[in-house]
């Protein structure tokens, strides 16, 4: 952006407390980058507590740009109960004195419908594909690994001009999951799966379902979000996968011993963009996530 970030301090108490202090910010359109991964409490509070130094120091617009969102898929309740997390975050940011939230391909697009402020999902989806394009055979297949990720797909297939599968799971634990049925052609086919990574058990499952579907031994995992959280990393190695795409969404100390190739792309040049048309007030629409 032919600028340079704003001078900030983090005072940590021996108790583990966080004072932040913000640089020089009045009258300013004031946007706070801050991804909330693990630990995902503490880099919440220090967004939290951020934002309010930046209100009480007299920013004029506030913005939160956090590239993954935690909490984002604590969006509903699943039984009696359980808190809606995403909706206690999205009011926290707002008290702590944010305008609006710029996130990253969140979980779910019912994000904005907990946020009582206005939100932009950009999707990094196109800086991946990119990257899959000239390195992707053109008899690949692009793998929706669960129900719930059908549209990511079709976006990536449409970028990559490839056709789509389906792996329908069950989820057994929250680590655990059992994939259910295979539905598209995957015979022959090298297979990109996309997914979001965390503890990576659906990732785990599809792979064995494609392989007995009679895909071809070249996989490839695609993710915005590359969490790689509990036992993902062992999962990870033991799985018959070619190469692992990512972003830097999320901190690169998760990937320190990643038993695979790895690419990393950087989200950068798309915040950048954002951020610079949110302060035009010029409109975000093709830089946003598909519903």
């Known amino acids: 952006m032919g600028t340079a970030p704003v001078a900030c301090q983090v005072e940590r108490f021996p108790d583990g407390e966080l004072r932040p202090v913000a640089g020089l ?40 740009v956090v590239p993954y969102f935690g909490y984002a898929r604590q969006d509903r309740r699943t039984q009696a109960g359980q808190a809606v997390g995403a909706r206690v975050v999205a009011d926290a940011l707002t008290a702590a004195g944010a305008d609006r939230l710029v996130v990253v391909d969140p979980h779910t697009a019912a994000l904005e419908a907990v946020c009582s402020i206005p939100v932009e999902m950009l999707t990094a989806v196109p800086l991946i594909a990119a990257a899959l394009v000239g390195s992707t055979p053109g008899t690949a297949v692009v793998v929706s690994p669960d129900l719930g990720a ?32 295979l539905v598209g052609d995957v015979a022959g086919r ?69 038993p695979l190739p790895l690419q990393v792309r950087s989200v950068a040049p798309l915040l950048a963009d954002a951020i610079g048309r949110l302060h035009d007030n010029r409109p975000l629409d093709a830089l946003l996530m598909h519903a």
């Open 190 to 258: 090298p297979a990109v799966i996309v997914d979001m990574i965390s503890t990576d058990g659906t990732v785990e499952a599809a792979i064995p379902a494609l392989l007995d579907g009679g895909a071809a031994p070249d996989i490839t995992v695609a993710a915005t979000h590359g969490l790689f959280t509990g036992s993902a990393q062992e999962r990870l190695g033991r799985l018959p996968i070619r190469r692992l795409l990512v972003t830097d969404t999320l901190t690169a100390h998760q990937t320190q011993n990643l």
């Open 150 to 181: 059908v549209k990511l797909a079709e976006h990536y297939a449409g970028l990559l001009r490839r056709p789509t599968a389906v792996v329908r799971k069950t989820r057994t634990s929250g680590t655990s999951v059992q994939a259910d049925e």
């Open 25 to 64: 910010v009045r009258g300013g359109d004031v946007y706070v980058l801050q991804p909330t991964g693990p630990a995902v409490n503490e880099h919440l509070i220090e967004l939290l507590l951020l934002l309010d130094a930046c209100r009480r120091s007299g920013a004029d617009r506030l913005t939160a």
